[in-house]
């Protein structure tokens, strides 16, 4: 169930008085409705409840998020709203879902590293999330790329409708990247959409990999430590340009069929 939000103050005011970059959100509007649609095409999504998120550029004061209400394969660039860290919408028509706010804006004010914040449901690491013990095991090759970036938050507290809950939930974070929220979900933290993107895709591709090779109910062949950590390394040297090839190509496939996103 989601649930709408009351703004801290009444009307929406911007925390400074610099001028957004248009340009600047209007890139960054793209790709996120970009990862919107292609989560919806990836079954990544659930009803109207998970939520994508990125700082403005320039202001760490604002940040874009999805407005309550729409699924993630309605979501078009200029439905994306810009909401400040008190819950005012400063650009868009809506508000942000309740819990949207209350986890990211936290996320946002108090991890700077975190310029992009996606937090899901998807059914494979959300399954991985309801289990005891370490959820992601380094027994395929696309698990080993989180090797020492996956916090695991085990203390669910119920929905995030107030500021104490996310507050709990970023100081859960440390340093990690990659958050399994026991019981609930999953949050990537990242510096650039396209990253954010990138692990997250790949992020569920490693959880399905190993729920089905746990279904057979034969025991998992896990890579050595010290193989499992060179390979984190190469893939961590390559993160960057691979995931940025990898939006483009998002971008592409959608713009010939969902131009509407751009929208």
């Not at 009803?47 to 078009?76: K, M, W």
């Not at 309740?98 to 936290?106: E, L």
């Not at 790329?145 to 695991?152: N, P």
């Amino acid at each position: 169930m989601a649930h709408a939000i009351t703004p801290i103050h009444a009307t929406p005011a911007l925390s400074n008085n610099e001028p957004l970059d248009t340009g600047a959100v209007r890139q960054l509007r793209v790709e996120l409705a970009a990862c919107f649609r292609m989560a919806a095409r990836n079954g990544l999504q659930e009803g109207i409840c998970n939520h994508f998120s990125a700082v403005v550029p320039g202001r760490p004061d604002l940040f874009l998020v999805n407005p309550y209400g729409l699924a993630f394969a309605e979501i078009t660039a200029s439905s994306l709203l810009v909401c400040d860290l008190h819950g005012n919408v400063v650009e868009g028509e809506g508000q942000p879902e309740a819990t949207a706010f209350h986890i990211h804006a936290r996320l946002h004010e108090h991890k700077p590293r975190a310029k992009v914040a996606f937090h899901t449901h998807m059914p494979y690491a959300t399954a991985l999330a309801m289990l005891e013990g370490p959820p992601l095991l380094w027994a395929g090759q696309s698990a080993l790329r989180f090797h020492g970036r996956i916090a695991v938050d085990e203390n669910y507290n119920g929905l995030a409708l107030d500021g104490s809950e996310g507050e709990r939930i970023a100081a859960s974070v440390g340093d990690a990247d990659i958050v399994f929220m026991k019981n609930h979900g999953v949050m990537v933290l990242a510096a650039t959409v396209a990253e954010a993107w990138d692990d997250l895709y790949y992020l569920e591709r490693a959880a399905q990999a190993q729920v089905l090779a746990l279904s057979t109910g034969r025991p998992l062949k896990t890579v050595p430590e010290e193989i499992v950590r060179r390979v984190a390394a190469q893939e961590a040297a390559g993160r960057a340009e691979s995931a940025a090839k990898h939006l483009e190509s998002v971008k592409r496939i959608l713009a010939r069929q969902e131009p509407e996103f751009l929208a």
